[in-house]
């Protein structure tokens, strides 16, 4: 599910709020940049995975870490 320009703004809105998470950007899915998470987070808080739930997003765990998307 590819996320929108707005939506991902309002995700990183939310995050830089919060100065205890590690995120990546364009992180390739199988080594390959044709496919993308547009955001994961590697390290967060509780707070900021129930701020993204209630704003509307969805978060899946990946081996890469947790992907944010919009549902």
Known sequence: MKMQE???RH???II???NRITVS???PIA???SQVYP???HESN???LKQLHEAGFSMSMTKKGLEVSKY
């Open 6 to 8: 707005s939506d991902f």
């Open 25 to 27: 950007f364009n992180t």
């Open 11 to 13: 995700a990183l809105e």
């Open 16 to 18: 830089t709020r919060n």
């Open 31 to 33: 080594d390959n940049y």
């Open 39 to 41: 955001l994961l987070i």
């Open 46 to 48: 509780a707070s900021v």
